[in-house]
């Protein structure tokens, strides 16, 4: 497998595994590897894999691809050593063989760190065995579809659907979004399916209530139109039949019938000896007559359609042939209960007012889960900043309660105080702790850099320029002026040679006798010499660059 790292530039030292197929480099999310530059485009290049060879193209960028150097304009082949300029990054291709132990995924079960100390996430459990064959978080997961067993009983079963199908999908989300979209997009889909579970079953209980509050009416509506006509029915008096305004004129009725067992109307005299024989009532007629005929004489009521409901009561006259009280017509009232329950319009404005106010609080939520989340990693952060600059470390603060991260505070305590102390004895063995190389060798190096007709620069331990001579500002473009105290390579204008110096910063300070490289300008081959000064058996406390035409020696 192939590995891309970071050499120069920001993020140095980050890693990216390069798998089969193609990984794209740009400053869009969108991308497989994400680079926060200016100088970079949003499509800036791309690599692919395919047969064990790689493969650079460039995507139209602004600044241009340069392999070892060279500006790519069209697809090239790189190979392990090779190096790969993109804006601020340069990278170094490196093949390797792959290592579960170092998969970047390792996220649910640990991190595993040099020399197989392993920091383990809390609430997971490592067997002896994945510890022996480094399989931690995604290639733990990866591996184990095909030797774990899903449980038998149910939470485990649960637990290990979350673990295996769901936190996986999770996890590659994490690696191509920020962690807040995610906090956020969550805390908003969350307030939308709350919405949607909470409200829409009171919506629905309040539409059923309000059924049944139709009905209540609808019946008793029916029940004053038989007691209202039974006397006329009884006399045989159908022409003095009525349905009262109170009752046809009524909210939301949209008939109000007194019918014969044959559906002819009796009342009102309006529609007296027509047929009921289209409509809700009509339905319901058919169905009262039907029941009267099975035996079945009473009361009911029964929704029609989606908008209607129908009650209907029977009319019942003592028969002295049969001994017993018997239906001879039908009260049939019918209501329209779109007028009393919520329409389409109103349960979306219903939804839009509950979850405007929802989506407001969850926010508010996932705001302070952020924050708090934030916290205690800021307060680390301010920690390791100030115990970099020199102040006393007596301990990592615990004052905020995250007991997940004890252990990562456990880990960084020690590494801080082990920095400490092995700057303090450095300081010692040099002796130099108060006095900085610039006071020490600025002005003899200046001296001489006046008097040499060759170019030669001088920076300190963090590549800051403290001085350049008139022929390395002639050769190289740079100008004292601009650059002093900035870091040198940012300041080359040329990028092979900002390369260059970077590649050189990172070796000098293990050869005391000095580095040195050849490069063309204006087409003349120059050799560049870096010497690390005042080492002393530890770090560089300053280097002396210094410029010679390749053949004079």
């Known amino acids: 497998m192939y590995r891309l ?4 530039g920001p993020n140095r030292g980050s890693s990216y595994p390069l798998h089969e197929g193609e990984t794209t480099m740009g400053r869009l ?3 497989s590897i994400v680079l926060n530059s200016s100088k970079v485009s949003k499509r800036h290049c791309a690599l692919v894999v395919s047969d064990g060879e790689v493969v650079c ?10 392999v070892n150097g060279v500006l790519s304009k ?18 170094e291709l490196s093949l390797v063989q792959t290592d579960l132990a170092r998969d970047p995924l390792a996220l649910p079960a640990g991190v595993a760190a040099i020399g197989g100390n392993v920091i383990p996430f809390p609430g997971s459990s490592q067997s002896s065995q994945e510890g022996e064959n480094g399989l931690t978080g995604l290639s733990r997961l990866q591996n184990a579809q095909a030797v774990d067993v899903m449980p038998q009983d149910f939470k485990s079963r649960m637990l290990w659907i979350f673990e295996r199908r769901i936190m996986p999908y999770l996890y590659r989300l994490l690696l191509k979004y920020e962690w807040r979209t995610l906090l956020f997009g969550s805390f908003f889909a969350f307030s ?4 949607f579970f909470a409200v829409a079953p009171l919506i629905q209980s309040n539409e059923v209530m309000m059924v049944r509050e139709l009905e209540r009416r609808a019946r008793f509506m029916a029940q004053q139109i038989v007691e209202i006509n039974s006397p006329h029915i009884l006399q045989k008096s159908e022409s003095k039949t009525e349905i009262t305004d109170s009752i046809s004129k009524g909210y939301g009725v949209r008939q ?3 019918l014969d067992l044959e559906n002819r109307i009796l009342a009102p005299a309006s529609k007296l000896n027509q047929y009921l024989t289209t409509g809700p009532a009509a339905i319901a007629a058919v169905k009262a007559k039907q029941e009267f005929e099975s035996g079945r004489v009473r009361t009911f009521s029964i929704p029609v359609g989606s908008h209607t409901v129908v009650a209907v009561e029977p009319m019942l006259l003592y028969s002295a042939r049969e001994g017993r009280n018997i239906p001879v017509a039908m009260a049939v009232v019918a209501l329209d209960a779109s007028v009393v329950t919520q329409g389409m319009g109103d349960v979306l404005m219903i939804f839009a007012e509950s979850f405007i106010w929802l989506a407001f609080f969850a926010m508010l939520l996932a705001l302070a889960v952020y924050r708090l989340t934030l916290k205690p990693l800021e307060i680390i952060n301010e920690e390791i900043d100030r115990s970099l600059k020199g102040d006393p470390v007596d301990g990592m603060s615990r004052d905020c309660r995250f007991e997940e991260l004890s252990q990562l505070q456990d880990v960084l305590e020690s590494l801080l105080r082990r920095l400490a102390n092995g700057t303090a004895d450095q300081q010692k063995r040099e002796g130099t702790s108060s006095i900085s190389i610039g006071d020490e060798c600025l002005p003899s190096f200046r001296l001489l850099g006046e008097r040499l007709s060759e170019g030669m620069a001088f920076c300190d331990h963090e590549r800051r320029l403290l001085f350049l001579n008139p022929a390395f500002e002639d050769l190289t473009g740079i100008r004292s002026e601009n650059a002093f105290m900035q870091s040198l390579p940012d300041q080359a204008r040329d990028q092979a040679f900002a390369m260059m110096l970077n590649d050189l910063f990172d070796r000098c300070p293990g050869a005391a006798e000095g580095i040195s490289e050849e490069i063309e300008f204006s087409g003349v081959a120059y050799r560049i010499q870096m010497v690390p000064i005042g080492s002393s058996g530890g770090a560089p406390r300053g280097y002396l660059v210094t410029t010679t035409r390749s053949g004079d020696g």
């Open 74 to 91: 069209t697809p090239r082949q790189v190979r392990s050593g090779d190096r790969i300029t993109v804006g601020d990054f340069v990278f």
């Open 29 to 31: 999310s969108m991308n």
């Open 57 to 66: 193209k460039d995507q139209g960028s602004s600044n241009g691809t340069f």
């Open 192 to 195: 939308l399916l709350a919405l």
């Open 256 to 258: 109000a019938l007194l």
């Open 5 to 8: 790292t970071v050499v120069a």
